[in-house]
């Protein structure tokens, strides 16, 4: 893991991630590349649905519905610890999920002149759960609680075809599904998944959808960045990344496991630490030695840890760390620090921030009640997370009397003549005359 000592250097957000560059993925060029696949879905169908999952699950994925014995199966089969993991971390989500419902306001004007703002969930989302280098139903219940504490009418699922098990999703995808009540579920993957949302495919009775949400790999968030406005999407979820923001008294070992813990999770995972101790930064690279070595994926994380996306970042002060966090706009940011709250006050870019040792960001994947669907590659400067907003949407009421529009006629027909519609004011006039 690289050194990069920015003492002496004046931080800029340009500075910062020229200095720690996430991973080489291009998402314009992904864009590019799966526009046919795209467009074969739309067009073909099931069809191209199964020429996409031979040539990349190695598998037949049909029949592409999971149906309702396979979901009980699943469930049946389930280990009964993490069994009641799932469900534990299922209420926990839910709970955060109701405590951040909005709450609709009514405000009035004057007499008889109100506007009344309301949330009215989506009709219908697409969950995607990815697949590939490991199983996530933790993904699974991020995506759906919110969801239904929304009041979203109609759920559907996607996750990859897996050879292992026949063609059908993971076993354990398909058993949380199932404990969460979801019964629209789906065997596929990938970019084909976000354009079976978008289009539907009538063969195998998937109707579209209005919202997509959910991770995935560059081209899943390719795949929703090319669809935007045909579906909304939540955000370009990519490859996960840390930063770690640590003085003195943070435990040199502890900061070692955690960039592993998401260094794992892919060979373009970032993982940085950012801190004005130079005996830390020290006594990190040696922990990492050890840990690395004995972690189950050791060579995913050598990789990721030795790109260009990783480093372990020295600057002048902890003020000076706090400016690297906020350019740097993580999407998980861990404060190792005497005063991690004082720390977050002054830090706003960040997807979700961890204080201090014992809330590690592996506690946001289960168990914190948070959600862990979160904006990257430094969208967390405009974006937020997964949650029950991402579900709703404000509109507006307006109820006027006819005292109180008449107290505002003359007004709107100067704004409408100012502006050269003169049928604007019209409307108004003609409800007098």
Not at 134 to 161: E, T
Not at 358 to 387: C, I, K, W
Not at 394 to 419: G, M, S
């Given at each position: 893991?690289?050194?990069?000592?920015?003492?002496?250097?004046?931080?800029?957000?340009?500075?910062?991630?020229?200095?720690?560059?996430?991973?080489?993925?291009?998402?314009?060029?992904?864009?590019?590349?799966?526009?046919?696949?795209?467009?074969?879905?739309?067009?073909?169908?099931?069809?191209?649905?199964?020429?996409?999952?031979?040539?990349?699950?190695?598998?037949?994925?049909?029949?592409?519905?999971?149906?309702?014995?396979?979901?009980?199966?699943?469930?049946?089969?389930?280990?009964?610890?993490?069994?009641?993991?799932?469900?534990?971390?299922?209420?926990?989500?839910?709970?955060?999920?109701?405590?951040?419902?909005?709450?609709?306001?009514?405000?009035?004007?004057?007499?008889?002149?109100?506007?009344?703002?309301?949330?009215?969930?989506?009709?219908?989302?697409?969950?995607?759960?990815?697949?590939?280098?490991?199983?996530?139903?933790?993904?699974?219940?991020?995506?759906?609680?919110?969801?239904?504490?929304?009041?979203?009418?109609?759920?559907?699922?996607?996750?990859?075809?897996?050879?292992?098990?026949?063609?059908?999703?993971?076993?354990?995808?398909?058993?949380?599904?199932?404990?969460?009540?979801?019964?629209?579920?789906?065997?596929?993957?990938?970019?084909?998944?976000?354009?079976?949302?978008?289009?539907?495919?009538?063969?195998?009775?998937?109707?579209?959808?209005?919202?997509v949400t959910g991770p995935g790999n560059i081209f899943v968030a390719a795949a929703k960045r090319a669809l935007r406005g045909r579906i909304g999407i939540d955000s370009e979820a990519g490859t996960t990344e840390i930063l770690i923001l640590a003085d003195d008294s943070a435990?040199?070992?502890?900061?070692?496991?955690?960039?592993v813990s998401q260094a794992e999770h892919d060979e373009a995972a970032a993982a940085v630490l950012v801190t004005h101790s130079e005996y830390l930064a020290k006594e990190v690279l040696a922990a990492l030695d050890g840990v690395v070595e004995v972690t189950t994926n050791s060579?995913?994380?050598?990789?990721?840890?030795?790109?260009?996306?990783?480093?372990?970042?020295?600057?002048?002060?902890?003020?000076?760390?706090?400016?690297?966090?906020?350019?740097?706009?993580?999407?998980?940011?861990?404060?190792?620090?005497?005063?991690?709250?004082?720390?977050?006050?002054?830090?706003?870019?960040?997807?979700?921030?961890?204080?201090?040792?014992?809330?590690?960001?592996?506690?946001?994947?289960?168990?914190?009640?948070?959600?862990?669907?979160?904006?990257?590659?430094?969208?967390?400067?405009?974006?937020?997370?997964?949650?029950?907003?991402?579900?709703?949407?404000?509109?507006?009421?307006?109820?006027?009397?006819?005292?109180?529009?008449?107290?505002?006629?003359?007004?709107?027909?100067?704004?409408?003549?100012?502006?050269?519609?003169?049928?604007?004011?019209?409307?108004?006039?003609?409800?007098?005359?």
């Amino acid at each position: 893991m690289r050194l990069v000592d920015l003492r002496g250097t004046t931080l800029s957000a340009n500075a910062v991630n020229k200095a720690v560059p996430r991973a080489e993925l291009d998402i314009t060029l992904a864009v590019q590349q799966i526009q046919p696949l795209l467009d074969d879905v739309r067009d073909r169908g099931s069809d191209a649905l199964v020429d996409v999952a031979l040539k990349f699950d190695k598998v037949d994925p049909r029949p592409f519905f999971v149906t309702r014995d396979e979901l009980d199966s699943a469930e049946q089969q389930l280990d009964p610890q993490l069994r009641e993991a799932i469900l534990e971390s299922i209420e926990r989500v839910r709970q955060v999920s109701a405590a951040n419902l909005p709450v609709g306001q009514t405000v009035e004007l004057a007499s008889g002149a109100k506007v009344q703002q309301r949330w009215q969930p989506v009709e219908s989302v697409g969950l995607y759960v990815p697949g590939g280098k490991a199983v996530y139903p933790s993904s699974v219940i991020m995506n759906v609680v919110p969801a239904q504490v929304a009041g979203v009418g109609r759920l559907a699922l996607a996750s990859p075809a897996q050879a292992e098990f026949g063609g059908r999703p993971h076993p354990t995808v398909l058993a949380t599904a199932n404990l969460l009540g979801v019964t629209e579920v789906y065997s596929i993957g990938g970019p084909a998944a976000v354009a079976a949302f978008a289009f539907g495919v009538d063969s195998i009775g998937l109707e579209p959808v209005a919202l997509v949400t959910g991770p995935g790999n560059i081209f899943v968030a390719a795949a929703k960045r090319a669809l935007r406005g045909r579906i909304g999407i939540d955000s370009e979820a990519g490859t996960t990344e840390i930063l770690i923001l640590a003085d003195d008294s943070a435990d040199a070992r502890l900061i070692a496991f955690d960039l592993v813990s998401q260094a794992e999770h892919d060979e373009a995972a970032a993982a940085v630490l950012v801190t004005h101790s130079e005996y830390l930064a020290k006594e990190v690279l040696a922990a990492l030695d050890g840990v690395v070595e004995v972690t189950t994926n050791s060579e995913r994380v050598k990789t990721s840890l030795g790109g260009q996306q990783s480093a372990i970042v020295l600057v002048d002060d902890l003020d000076a760390g706090r400016r690297f966090a906020n350019h740097y706009a993580t999407e998980h940011l861990e404060i190792h620090t005497e005063n991690p709250q004082s720390d977050a006050a002054l830090i706003s870019n960040a997807g979700a921030i961890f204080l201090g040792k014992y809330s590690p960001v592996s506690l946001g994947d289960y168990m914190a009640g948070s959600n862990h669907v979160l904006p990257t590659g430094e969208q967390a400067r405009f974006g937020a997370g997964l949650g029950v907003h991402t579900f709703l949407r404000a509109q507006q009421l307006v109820d006027y009397n006819q005292d109180a529009l008449a107290a505002v006629a003359q007004k709107v027909r100067d704004f409408a003549n100012a502006e050269g519609l003169s049928g604007h004011g019209d409307a108004i006039t003609a409800r007098f005359n």
